[in-house]
């Protein structure tokens, strides 16, 4: 059974201006042990996917679609049965440390909480589990380290705190949304690396979603290029990065600095900013931007077009982009 | 922590003696001659002389000032000019009238702030909080006396469950006093409820949108759980500072109220030393005060200490 089966979602949020469109008709799927990448700029409707996965979207929005966790729909589930999944079938691990540990709560505390609430560890089971869980992040010295407040740890160390907490109630699914986006950057492969030895020690699945092509590339089985909302690019990671063809993909790979470019070569960049969610174009969402771009773009929804078994471009151009190197497209 | 405390004497002793200078100058500016007020108009000038000196009045004003803190020193608050009794025993019943009510306003505000602010909160931007809010803003506009009048119509005239003023006495015993000051308190408190309600209100709402809430729910932990658990502490700082501020404004505001019940406070006992020219009265009174203020500043500094860990590791 596929343990994680999302299909058509589309999120749509209230604002002061009007709707807006931040996921649309979104599928994927998850099996157990598998790593999902999700990659893509800013306001592409990364996290907001991920907090949709969870049941954490704000309260005025709107989730249509299906989310089938072990083909029961979460999206029907009632509050109280959604609280039995967060933080023992799902768990989420976010990009800012510093603020997502309670200022006023020791981290053994909060380390404690899911255990007690999900597993009904009695106060001594969940301390122990507590300590053994901050050993395997690599908090050193946790009987003391479990009495800290987290302004007395680093960046980094409140992250692996971020992780043990996650990881307590031994999860189905992690979601990490840009783990180590806000770390420093020799910290960041500790952390990257770390939670990738956990979950394959536990046969856990992972959804990481970055920005970065070089952390997703590294990292995981399968790839979801989202922009605009939507996905753009989907397939096995091998197969995607063996030939990137749409010219989203192309433009986030050539805006990536490579080793020994020098230091007075310019990065390429992708003209234009993210769309409006509240004005979608009514055709590709990629349009204003795209270096291939016809007027047929503007006009109608790109077809999925299936290259392999593995690999999904949505593109009207993919004759043209495919082949297609990204220094031809950008610079 | 002990670093800490002594750091907080000090400031105390210092912010006590420039208090009580500028208190006493205060005193030295303002006009009327408290031997004239006692002799009265028709008083010979031979008299106001005795009784300027009978009283020391004469002698000069820093001589004056340093028999004052000396005497404070060793516990001696002087005699009244008015009255010809120690000052003492005119601030102690008064003090134990003013403690008492300040403390029950302020728990009766407490509470009804907890009350209505997290409800509000819960149900943000829906009817319920409107309404509240709608409430609280007419509890801080109503001004204290005159709902002291409409108490007094109703729980006294009308409904006969309580006294319409005066104060037995704490020897009278616990329960007739605390009666005896509860329609005051309710007036006081109304004010001082409702500005800590819409206080409790917006601190639980900017808590809400932190991140660490956002985590709580992630682990499974229900709305509610995640109020108590995690939102309700980090709200509550904010929330500390006012009520210290408004349980000094308890101690020290109540003079109006306290007339309105015929309760004889500190507030009652300055007013009319002021209009006795009863100076080493109002002195010794407002710097009582002023003693009274600091000393709620600094439990809510501690206060503060023990809700957030953070202060802790910065200051103590």
């Known amino acids: 059974m596929t343990l994680l089966d999302v299909q058509d979602l589309t999120i749509t949020l209230a604002t002061a201006e009007g709707p807006a469109r931040a996921v649309r008709d979104l599928s994927f799927s998850l099996e157990r042990g598998e790593t999902l990448g999700i990659v893509g700029e800013s306001g592409c409707g990364k996290s907001m996917t991920a907090l949709a996965l969870m049941s954490l979207l704000p309260e005025r929005s709107n989730t249509e679609g299906k989310i089938l966790l072990e083909s029961e729909d979460l999206l029907r589930f009632s509050e109280k049965d959604l609280c039995n999944i967060r933080g023992n079938r799902m768990a989420m691990i976010f990009q800012e440390p510093m603020t997502s540990l309670n200022p006023v709560h020791t981290i053994g505390h909060q380390v404690m909480e899911p255990l007690r609430l999900h597993k009904g560890l009695d106060k001594d089971a969940a301390h122990a589990e507590a300590l053994r869980l901050l050993d395997r992040v690599g908090i050193p010295n946790p009987k003391a380290r479990i009495r800290n407040y987290p302004h007395q740890l680093s960046g980094g160390q409140r992250q692996r705190v971020m992780i043990a907490l996650a990881l307590s109630c031994g999860p189905d699914i992690l979601i990490a949304d840009e783990p180590t986006t806000a770390l420093d950057v020799t910290i960041q492969d500790q952390i990257l690396e770390l939670i990738q030895n956990l979950v394959s020690e536990d046969g856990m699945a992972l959804i990481l979603i970055s920005h970065d092509l070089g952390v997703i590339s590294e990292n995981t089985d399968k790839v979801l290029v989202m922009y605009g909302g939507s996905a753009v690019e989907t397939g096995r990671t091998d197969k995607i990065f063996g030939e990137l063809t749409h010219p989203y993909t192309l433009g986030l790979f050539a805006a990536m600095p490579k080793l020994g470019m020098g230091r007075n070569a310019r990065l390429a960049t992708i003209p234009g900013v993210v769309p409006d969610l509240m004005n979608l174009p009514a055709g590709c969402t990629f349009f204003d931007r795209c270096p291939l771009a016809s007027d047929h773009c503007r006009d109608a929804s790109p077809p999925v077009h299936v290259l392999n078994p593995d690999h999904a471009v949505a593109c009207h151009n993919i004759d043209d982009a495919r082949g297609k190197k990204s220094e031809e497209l950008y610079l | ?316």
Request: include cysteine; aromatic fraction near 8%; glycine fraction near 6%.
């Open chain 2, 1 to 316: 922590m002990s670093i800490f405390i002594a750091k907080r004497l000090l400031t105390l002793i210092a912010t006590l003696i420039g208090a009580s200078m500028v208190i006493f100058l205060v005193m030295e500016i303002l006009p009327g001659d408290p031997a004239l007020v006692i002799l009265g108009v028709e008083a010979t000038d031979e008299m106001v002389a005795a009784l300027t000196k009978e009283l020391g009045l004469d002698r000069p004003a820093p001589e004056r000032y340093w028999t004052w803190i000396s005497g404070l020193l060793q516990g001696e608050m002087g005699t009244s000019y008015a009255y010809k009794v120690p000052v003492w025993e005119l601030v102690e019943g008064a003090l134990w009238i003013t403690i008492p009510l300040a403390i029950m306003s302020i728990i009766l505000s407490i509470i009804l702030a907890l009350i209505i602010g997290l409800y509000a909160a819960a149900h943000h931007n829906k009817a319920g909080d409107v309404a509240l809010m709608g409430f609280s803003q007419l509890g801080i506009s109503v001004p204290n006396f005159w709902l002291a009048l409409l108490l007094i119509l109703l729980f006294s005239i009308q409904l006969r469950w309580f006294p319409a003023g005066g104060f037995p006495g704490w020897n009278e015993g616990f329960f007739v006093c605390i009666v005896a000051l509860l329609l005051p308190a309710i007036s006081l408190a109304t004010v001082v409820g409702a500005i800590l309600a819409r206080i409790t209100r917006s601190s639980v709402l900017e808590v809400y949108r932190e991140d660490y809430v956002r985590t709580a729910r992630s682990k499974g932990l229900s709305q509610r759980a995640t109020l108590w658990l995690h939102v309700l502490r980090n709200a509550l700082i904010p929330v500390l500072t006012v009520t210290g501020i408004q349980f000094s404004a308890l101690l020290t505001g109540t003079v109006v109220v306290e007339n309105v019940f015929h309760i004889p406070g500190l507030g009652s006992l300055v007013l009319k030393a002021i209009n006795n020219r009863d100076t080493i009265v109002v002195e010794n009174v407002v710097l009582l005060l002023a003693t009274m203020v600091i000393m709620t500043n600094f439990v809510v500094d501690i206060l503060y200490a023990v809700v957030d860990p953070r202060l802790k590791a910065h200051d103590i």
